[in-house]
């Protein structure tokens, strides 16, 4: 999936997710609020703006990501970030974080080992917080058609959802002298429910706290869930 996200680093300051992104990290802001961990992990750190914003408020943190070109930028802000598989990840955290649709990246088999290295990483007690889209984030909100050009360089997002899988196809040009470079790849995405992901993990679920950052309707939920065992 690297060179996936790779190119998702490259297009994703023209998707317009911005503000959305920034409202999402506050409701995981919050949570910390209560929880006060001293050592935190986010897992798909991207290029480590939540991070940051941990950082400030005098948390030990430290992330990992699949893109290393995220991971350049995150390290590029003095950020203490890996370009790692969660299974290579060692320590000890007070809470483990998984923004912006770490989850739903994961087929089925997938997410329950992710489920098991969190455990696995978490103290006694710990919190794993994380999001998930909901059937209306996908068919409503994810679905459809992307379209950026600028001249110099051109984005077209096709995302199509179909028996619980988003399809997006990215197709990417960029111009160089008088020609372009085009760039393409697709990833999948999965739907689960709530239910579903709580009955993969040993975690105990504490909260489910449906938000609405697009559409009409909850397009995604937070879950935390804690360590009791």
């Known amino acids: 999936m690297s060179s996936s ?37 986010d897992v798909g750190c991207g290029d480590g703006h939540f991070l940051e914003a941990v950082k400030s408020q005098g948390i030990t943190c430290a992330g990992i990501d699949l893109s290393q070109a995220m991971v350049d930028k995150a390290k590029s802000k003095g950020l203490s970030v890996a370009c790692q598989d969660i299974k290579e990840a060692i320590g000890a955290y007070d809470v483990v974080t998984a923004i912006f649709d770490v989850l739903n990246f994961l087929d089925k088999e997938a997410l329950k080992s992710f489920l098991s290295d969190v455990s696995r990483l978490l ?38 959802f179909s028996e619980n899988i988003l399809t997006t196809k990215m197709s990417f040009f960029e111009k160089e002298g008088e020609l372009f470079r085009k760039s393409y790849d697709e990833i999948k995405q999965y739907f689960y429910d709530i239910k579903e992901i709580a009955e993969m993990t040993d975690l105990e679920l504490q909260i489910e706290m449906p938000i609405t950052l697009y559409g009409d309707e909850a397009d995604k939920a937070i879950l935390s869930f804690q360590k009791v065992v």
């Not at 997710?17 to 609020?33: K, M, N, Q, R, S």
């Not at 909901?134 to 909100?141: M, N």
């Not at 001249?151 to 995302?159: E, H, M, N, P, T």
């Open 5 to 41: 996200l790779d190119l998702y680093a490259r297009i994703e300051p023209l998707l317009g997710i911005e503000e959305a992104t920034g409202e999402l990290h506050h409701y995981y802001l919050d949570l910390l609020e209560q929880s006060k961990p001293q050592r935190l992990l």
């Open 123 to 160: 103290n006694l007690q710990g919190y794993f917080y994380a999001d998930i889209n909901t059937f209306y984030g996908f068919s409503e909100v994810a679905e459809g058609v992307l379209a950026y050009d600028d001249q110099q360089q051109s984005l077209i997002v096709d995302a199509s």
